[in-house]
């Protein structure tokens, strides 16, 4: 099994739509959880940023982790052609010295 | 936009030539690190430099030798290398080696290579 599970997509979908992003994990000891959006040929941009469990919202996006099931979700309100792009999570163990995990990648686009 | 930035932003190399990428941050971060990214797959770990000293290799090949010359700047020497090699080369920095509360790894644009 791997680390961090993430459905590629691609994910479809209308302007205006919410969007779910989801991914799971199997280690334990991850506790900080974030979410990158990138978009085609350019670096990855921290979107969201949350440790341990719980809920974060910045905008349009709330970020939401369930450590007990191992899940951790990116919800997208009001979506937009400008969302369009390949979203990753990445988790982390409180460790120092200890990598940053990515999930493979959601790909989204949002037609107008 | 990033603060992280890299150059060049785009790079054709034949396997004989011998080139560099740069990056640089001015964040005041101590952790600076190379991911290799293909088409389609999440960033790979290269390296890591902690406080201008390597950290961890990734066990990559040294037709790739990094160098981290000050605290704000990050160089990826490369040298025969072949073209599986081509990739978007991402170089990243955080406050220190660990993800803590409210230290988070920053991406620069990435460098893309084509080995010919």
């Known amino acids: 099994q791997k680390e961090v599970e993430q459905d590629p997509g691609p994910l479809s979908v209308p302007e205006g739509a919410i969007v779910s992003l989801n991914c799971t994990y199997s280690?334990?000891?991850?506790?900080?959880f974030m979410w990158y959006r990138q978009y085609s040929r350019k670096g990855p941009e921290l979107l969201m940023y949350?440790?341990?469990?719980g809920n974060k919202e910045d905008g349009r996006f709330t970020a939401q982790v369930d450590k007990s099931s191992k899940y951790i979700s990116l919800f997208i309100r009001d979506s937009q052609p400008s969302d369009s792009a390949t979203y990753l999570c990445?988790?982390?163990?409180?460790?120092?010295?200890?990598?940053?995990?990515f999930g493979k990648g959601t790909t989204l686009s949002v037609s107008s | 936009d990033t603060e992280v930035t890299q150059t060049p932003k785009h790079l054709v190399m034949g396997m004989t030539n011998k080139k560099s990428l740069k990056c640089e941050q001015h964040?005041?971060?101590?952790?600076m690190y190379w991911y290799k990214q293909k088409a389609k797959k999440p960033p790979e770990l290269m390296f890591v430099?902690?406080?201008?000293?390597?950290?961890i290799n990734e066990s990559v090949p040294s037709r790739f030798s990094p160098e981290c010359p000050n605290s704000s700047l990050l160089n990826l020497h490369l040298h025969a290398l072949q073209p599986e090699d081509s990739a978007l080369y991402l170089c990243?920095?955080?406050?220190?080696?660990?993800?803590?509360?409210?230290?988070?790894?920053?991406f620069g644009e990435g460098s893309w290579l084509t080995v010919v």
């Open positions: 990243a920095s955080s406050q220190a080696w660990a993800v803590r509360s409210g230290n988070t790894i920053y």
């Open positions: 280690n334990s000891a991850f506790q900080y």
């Open positions: 949350t440790y341990s469990s």
């Open positions: 990445a988790m982390s163990a409180n460790q120092a010295g200890t990598a940053l995990i």
């Open positions: 964040m005041g971060h101590r952790a």
């Open positions: 430099y902690s406080y201008e000293k390597l950290s």
